[in-house]
């Protein structure tokens, strides 16, 4: 245990910290109590010290940025083993840390994130990128768990408000990133859109690509909004306070036209000032978060931690692990599905998956695919994302390919499952499709279909591209393709234990 003057001084300077350089987590943890408001300090002004390590090395961190970016990591872990450090900030995490009992684990992502930054300077896919944040961003939210206290199920929306806070950092800051030699928006983006940050100019194709990114960061906000009811009210008050400002920078891009280049876009002290008093006196703040408008926009669901099943080459369950942390550049083999929906005449119901979409998004495939949940029959799960993302119930269920399996990468991410191939059948279906999951759907006749795709005519998602072959293999008539027994499947796909952990 840390000398308590020590203490105090220690935490004394991380709310000094906090309150000169994280202004909006300064006023949203004033709504907290003392004894709670303080942790919030000392994590932030931890996370800040580590940037400012990195960032302030310039566009070439060399082996001294990296040398100073291993001393703190060591006197971290050296003040949590010892049970203090003569430095006070120090001594006030570890106090933080053994307090509120955060995992050790969440502080080894975190560093790994820093030391990413000292070697990478782009992102290829906003894959990648979640890849990142998931050790600079994400995590922070986990880390702020214990001290606000929540009720059940707030990991997922804690996660997505870590990252909603650093993507809106991301677009504040791509002047000064640039400064330091990184661009952070994904080249997938850039490209898609004809945008150049290095130009530092406003452009039609930069304004476009800005909405968009916006858009995705309103997305992550609004899957954020459902964990803020599930907390204590002070609490509630203290994150809804930061949720409503940090989403308010991005009113502040769009009032400046995009311009990212000549100002940092930032929210007035007074109007902070007027929403941390709003916040005091609500009755219910939710109020005020929904008056946002990233609470109209549709979650982005990435983020939702929905587990996997994972599996072993045999195709025996292994055990579970949350979506999000699965898919990286040694993703572990898991279970997943495809269908192809179809209609009397043969036509294949081919979709586009929505622009917004964390992996492939754009990308012409089969009708429908995804993760069976532990526990869940896998045609229960078939006939669960066609009415998701389609509105379409399908009929019979029909397994063709009960041991199809893929690896696919993504940039840095690679797509590593034991995906069951079923074809279903439907009369006259009226479609409803989700846009935040599918851009566009389409009739096309199979044999117009797979004959584009073999001949390389057609571009569709790599899974859909090793499955046309092996349907086709079947015959030319879907209709007719020879139905697969149940014992066929992977023992992991025939019974899922729903309390696999």
């Not at 430095?87 to 975190?110: Q, S």
């Not at 661009?183 to 898609?192: A, F, M, N, S, T």
């Not at 769009?254 to 008093?277: G, N, Q, W, Y």
């Not at 046309?468 to 393709?481: F, I, N």
């Amino acid at each position: 245990m840390s000398d308590p003057a020590l203490l105090a001084r220690g935490y004394a300077e991380c709310a000094d910290v906090t309150r000169r350089y994280g202004t909006t987590y300064w006023w949203g943890a004033r709504l907290l109590p003392a004894a709670r408001r303080r942790h919030v300090h000392a994590i932030y002004t931890l996370a800040r010290r580590a940037d400012d390590i990195v960032d302030l090395a310039g566009p070439e961190p060399g082996a001294a940025t990296g040398a100073a970016l291993d001393a703190f990591e060591a006197s971290f872990w050296s003040a949590l083993a010892d049970g203090g450090s003569t430095d006070p900030v120090m001594a006030a995490v570890a106090e933080t840390v053994r307090a509120c009992g955060i995992p050790d684990e969440c502080f080894a992502r975190f560093f790994g994130a820093m030391r990413t930054d000292l070697s990478r300077t782009t992102y290829e896919t906003w894959d990648d990128l979640l890849g990142y944040m998931d050790g600079s961003a994400a995590v922070i939210g986990e880390m702020m768990l214990p001290v606000l206290e929540p009720g059940a199920d707030a990991r997922t929306p804690a996660r997505a408000l870590g990252l909603a806070f650093q993507l809106t950092n991301f677009l504040r800051d791509v002047g000064e990133d640039l400064d330091r030699g990184r661009v952070y928006v994904p080249q997938e983006d850039l490209r898609r859109f004809g945008a150049d940050p290095w130009a530092r100019r406003v452009t039609p194709e930069w304004r476009a690509l800005m909405a968009f990114e916006v858009a995705r960061n309103r997305r992550l906000y609004r899957e954020a909004d459902e964990g803020i009811p599930t907390l204590p009210p002070a609490s509630r008050r203290c994150v809804a306070t930061a949720r409503v400002l940090y989403a308010r920078i991005l009113e502040r891009i769009e009032a400046a036209d995009a311009d990212v280049f000549s100002a940092r876009r930032r929210v007035p002290t007074r109007e902070k000032l007027a929403l941390s008093a709003r916040m005091v006196t609500a009755r219910e703040p939710m109020r005020l978060v929904r008056a946002d408008r990233a609470a109209a926009a549709p979650a982005l669901g990435w983020v939702a931690d929905q587990p996997v099943v994972l599996v072993d080459d045999a195709g025996r369950a292994l055990g579970t692990a949350p979506k999000s942390q699965v898919h990286h550049d040694d993703t572990p083999l898991h279970l997943a599905f495809s269908c192809y929906v179809l209609d009397p005449a043969g036509r294949l119901l081919v979709t586009t998956r929505a622009a917004s979409k964390p992996s492939f998004p754009g990308v012409v495939t089969n009708t429908v695919c995804g993760h069976p949940l532990p526990g869940e029959d896998l045609e229960d799960a078939v006939r669960r994302r066609a009415r998701d993302e389609l509105g379409v119930e399908v009929g019979e269920l029909r397994l063709v390919l009960p041991r199809f399996r893929y690896r696919a990468a993504m940039g840095q991410v690679v797509e590593h499952e034991l995906c069951p191939v079923f074809v279903a059948r439907v009369e006259d279906a009226a479609l409803a499709p989700d846009p935040a999951e599918v851009d566009d759907a389409a009739w096309v006749p199979w044999g117009e279909f797979s004959a584009d795709v073999l001949a390389g005519r057609r571009a569709v998602s790599p899974w859909c591209a090793e499955q046309v072959p092996l349907l086709a293999a079947l015959g030319p008539d879907p209709l007719a393709w020879p139905t697969a027994g149940r014992a066929e499947l992977p023992e992991a796909a025939r019974a899922v234990p729903a309390g696999m952990v």
